[in-house]
């Protein structure tokens, strides 16, 4: 079945690095997902892994996947204040011929404190 | 257009009336979702198009929702007889492949 969970809340100190996890439960899984979204606007893609990787880096964001155990994480390095939003993580499950569509964790509330 | 266009941007409506909320996906993608985030929740999937295929309607949560996507481009997500419980954030998303989605900002639906 289809589920993604993630733990609600993380706080940091500015420059500090972020780690937001996310655990999915289907093997299926294609693609794996990095959303943020700031307070009043929607979600923002950050970056996606292909299952078949197991680590993406993109400037200050670096995604690990660890497919036998499905968990994913974010790393974000020297952390900002203009950070601070709810990161969602997304599984893509195919559907047949279709793209099939996501399913997102609950989100993480990353607050970052200067 | 440039980005996934939504409207409106906020909707205030009475128990018991019939709403619509309008979607126009970016051109040339041809998936559109809808999806609903309600305070302190994630985002729950409702309905999902692809090109010319019968759309997934399997997140629909209940008779009262329903979607239409005319031309393949624009999609109207109606909730008819509307519940306080409906009060959320109707979320739309298109996407040209599996290269994940782009959202529009949303419709904050209260139902009072």
């Known amino acids: 079945g289809e589920d993604v969970e993630q733990s609600l809340f993380l706080s940091v100190r500015e420059g500090d690095s972020s780690v937001i996890n996310c655990t999915y439960t289907?093997?299926?899984?294609?693609?794996l997902y990095w959303y943020k979204q700031e307070p009043g606007a929607g979600l923002q893609l950050l970056t996606y892994i292909f299952s078949n990787m197991d680590m993406k880096q993109d400037q200050r964001l670096t995604v690990l996947l660890n497919k036998k155990d499905k968990h994913l994480s974010l790393r974000i390095a020297d952390t900002q204040t203009g950070d601070s939003a709810i990161y969602f993580c997304a599984e893509r499950i195919p559907g047949g011929t279709s793209y099939g569509k996501l399913t997102f964790g609950q989100g993480t509330i990353l607050t970052v404190h200067p | 257009g440039a980005g996934v266009s939504q409207s409106p941007s906020n909707k205030v409506t009475e128990k018991g009336k019939d709403v619509e909320l309008r979607c126009d996906p970016i051109s040339g993608h041809t998936a559109l979702y809808w999806y609903r985030q309600s305070l302190g929740q994630g985002l729950e999937f409702l309905i999902y198009f692809q090109g010319n295929s019968a759309p997934d309607k399997s997140g629909l949560p209940s008779d009262r929702f329903s979607a239409e996507r005319t031309g393949g481009s624009v999609s109207t997500l109606t909730i008819q007889r509307t519940q306080q419980e409906d009060s959320a954030v109707y979320l739309c998303?298109?996407?040209?492949?599996?290269?994940?989605?782009?959202f529009g900002s949303g419709t904050r639906l209260t139902v009072v």
């Open positions: 998303a298109s996407s040209p492949s599996w290269k994940g989605y782009t």
């Open positions: 289907d093997s299926s899984s294609t693609y």
